[in-house]
């Protein structure tokens, strides 16, 4: 079956030397791209700036911002079956973006930000048939909060995880559906835990 796969950040730009990012290294995302194609699933994947080279059977998309990412997701997600959206996109991004290098002209800067589109959501929106996997970084017990993003996005399931696996080799996370927990949280290489995302995939849509 056809797959999408977003990995990694994005950047949003504050002129041409700086921007806003975050610590998503994208090996998860790649991890999971690399299994699915090994599967033999067709994988769409749409990465984020990466140090990671593209998994060999996967069509990469690269893009930079969450404005890319969202077009690009956009664009792959009407003839997949499957979505696994891992980026950590950029929730905000400056309200002007400045053609010159800002000068360092006094003692701060105060940006302006601006919410992004949340690729998510306008994939939740979209959504006919396919079978949605969202992510969710939280601190402490998430599972709350975690549900409440799947439902209002209109994701069939979300992977609740640590910001400490952000640029880690390990993750520690569950699996949340309608259901209890598909398999509660203990640690694991990145590489492992994308078998398990794919054993979970393959069994929901089995039927």
């Not at 203990?186 to 590489?191: D, E, I």
Request: glycine letters at 6%.
């Amino acid at each position: 079956m056809k797959i999408l796969i977003t990995a990694g950040p994005t950047c949003e730009d504050i002129d041409p030397i700086r921007f806003l990012t975050n610590r998503s290294s994208g090996r998860l995302g790649y991890a999971i791209a690399a299994e699915a194609a090994r599967r033999g699933h067709n994988v769409v994947l749409v990465s984020g700036p990466t140090n990671l080279d593209p998994p060999p059977e996967v069509r990469t998309v690269n893009v930079r911002s969450a404005a890319d990412m969202l077009a690009a997701s956009v664009k792959a997600f009407g003839d997949c079956r499957v979505a696994v959206l891992v980026a950590a996109v950029a929730d905000f991004k400056p309200a002007e973006y400045s053609p010159a290098k800002i000068k360092k002209d006094g003692a701060e800067l105060v940006l302006r930000l601006v919410a992004t589109d949340d690729v998510a959501k306008r994939l939740g929106e979209m959504k006919t048939d396919q079978f949605i996997v969202g992510f969710a970084l939280e601190t402490g017990d998430g599972r709350d909060a975690a549900h409440t993003k799947r439902r209002d996005k209109n994701m069939d399931a979300i992977v609740l995880n640590d910001p400490k696996t952000l640029g880690a080799d390990e993750i520690s996370a569950e699996i949340l559906a309608d259901a209890a927990p598909w398999d509660g949280a203990r640690q694991m290489s990145k590489a492992e835990f994308a078998v398990r995302v794919l054993d979970f995939i393959e069994r929901c849509t089995s039927a």
